[in-house]
């Protein structure tokens, strides 16, 4: 049901008012002079065409609370035009002609789409250093540019370096004090605000959790305690990067005891709670032949998970001519994957970044990389992506054999 204030001269103000609540429509008030202020839940007041009436205090009072004004009588159609309202019915309208009105004009519900959801990326890399860390820095400041809240998460247990490539100090509580709490059923969003740094970038701010400031600490990332920890983040914030060591062992279960930790339980647990995972392989056939041992591995220990692949450091000294055409080739026949993200080489971003201790997208903004990463963020990984990396390596078909990139 409408409700609406009915500001016109009396007596017709009376009269229009019983009209309309014959029509089904609701008048909450009755003021010949003037509708201000406006009651909560009104959605229109039906005013005479004056400029009295009609006054810049009215209409912007009406523009905040967003409530329709129906004007009624010939007056001037300059004043109308002036605020931007539509024809006014005559002042003799009935209460009819203004339901009708009211019923035409009123807006029609709009479907908002639903905010995405929270999510945890996971950010893995094989071993050989292939820029995992500083792929996940950029990345989570190009999510946050998007305006989504993001925190960046260092659960490496081997060589743990976000706090370093942030210029934060690695003696920060961190993920490992997340982890502790988590344990003891004390960890919430509260504390989580409270143990994480927060970094100011050009993109926005983002909460760090800093890593293990030595790899021995690694029995404190458990799997029971860094599950609780993501499951908390997924409530805190809408986008978690998390940055993963390259060892993972899967099968480590069968060379130790059933009930002692396990050395990459953290990498395992993060690959596992991950709504996706980034798989960031160097451009170089060494680089190329590691991430094609563990992708398979990889695939087996988080299916259905999607899988993006990114090949950094893209440039044509280790491979030749047409280095994006061999890494293309070479991932579709030897592991079926058919889409790739290439990020170029750029090693002066890259430096600056080092040097300073910020983000690249801070120190080098019209950097190549940084773009490709912006790309990226951009882009939802979701279906799409997971039948870009996983799907396709099942029903693919097998391409001709072509020769593979030199060591691949």
């Known amino acids: 049901m409408t409700t609406v204030i009915v500001a016109i001269p009396e007596p017709r103000a009376?009269?229009?008012?019983?009209?309309?609540?014959?029509?089904?429509?609701?008048?909450?008030?009755?003021?010949?002079?003037?509708?201000?202020?406006?009651?909560?839940?009104?959605?229109?007041?039906?005013?005479?065409?004056?400029?009295?009436?009609?006054?810049?205090?009215?209409i912007a009072a009406c523009d905040r609370a967003g409530v329709r004004v129906v004007p009624l009588g010939d007056g001037d159609t300059r004043l109308l035009a002036r605020f931007g309202l539509s024809a006014a019915l005559p002042a003799g309208a009935a209460g009819w002609e203004v339901a009708e009105t009211l019923a035409a004009d009123a807006p029609a519900p709009v479907e908002r789409p639903s905010a995405p959801p929270h999510r945890i990326t996971a950010v893995w890399g094989p071993h050989g250093a292939p820029g995992r860390s500083t792929f996940a820095v950029q990345y989570a400041v190009e999510l946050a540019r998007?305006?989504?809240?993001?925190?960046?998460?260092?659960a490496d247990t081997v060589a743990p370096s976000l706090a370093l490539l942030l210029g934060l100090t690695d003696d920060a509580p961190g993920i490992a004090a997340a982890c502790r709490r988590a344990e003891l059923g004390a960890l919430d969003e509260t504390e989580l605000t409270r143990l994480a740094s927060t970094v100011e970038t050009s993109g926005g701010d983002i909460d760090v959790l800093g890593g293990i400031n030595r790899p021995s600490r690694w029995p404190e990332l458990s799997a029971s305690r860094l599950q609780e920890t993501l499951r908390m983040c997924r409530r805190w914030t809408e986008e978690t990067v998390v940055d993963v060591a390259a060892a993972f062992d899967a099968d480590d279960?069968?060379?130790?005891?059933?009930?002692?930790?396990?050395?990459?339980?953290?990498?395992?647990?993060?690959?596992?709670?991950?709504?996706?995972?980034?798989?960031?392989?160097?451009?170089?056939?060494?680089?190329?032949?590691?991430?094609?041992?563990?992708?398979?591995?990889?695939?087996?220990?988080?299916?259905?998970?999607?899988?993006?692949?990114?090949?950094?450091?893209?440039?044509?000294?280790?491979?030749?001519?047409?280095?994006?055409?061999?890494?293309?080739?070479?991932?579709?026949?030897?592991?079926?994957?058919?889409?790739?993200?290439?990020?170029?080489?750029?090693?002066?971003?890259?430096d600056a970044a080092l040097l300073h201790g910020r983000p690249m997208a801070d120190v080098s903004p019209r950097s190549a990389l940084v773009a490709a990463v912006r790309r990226m963020a951009a882009g939802p990984l979701t279906a799409a992506t997971a039948g870009s990396s996983r799907g396709s390596s099942r029903g693919a078909r097998r391409p001709r054999p072509e020769p593979a990139p030199r060591g691949a």
Do not use: C, K
């Open 14 to 58: 009376t009269a229009l008012a019983a009209e309309l609540e014959l029509e089904g429509v609701s008048v909450v008030a009755v003021r010949p002079r003037s509708p201000l202020p406006l009651p909560a839940g009104v959605e229109a007041v039906i005013v005479p065409v004056t400029r009295s009436a009609l006054s810049p205090d009215l």
């Open 146 to 154: 998007a305006g989504r809240r993001t925190a960046l998460l260092d």
């Open 253 to 350: 279960e069968a060379t130790y005891d059933l009930a002692g930790p396990r050395r990459h339980a953290a990498t395992v647990t993060a690959l596992r709670e991950a709504d996706s995972i980034i798989a960031v392989g160097s451009a170089d056939p060494l680089g190329i032949s590691r991430l094609l041992r563990d992708h398979a591995e990889l695939r087996r220990l988080t299916s259905p998970t999607p899988i993006t692949v990114v090949v950094n450091r893209v440039r044509p000294g280790p491979l030749g001519i047409d280095a994006r055409g061999q890494v293309r080739r070479t991932l579709e026949r030897f592991a079926g994957i058919t889409d790739v993200v290439f990020l170029p080489h750029d090693q002066r971003a890259a």
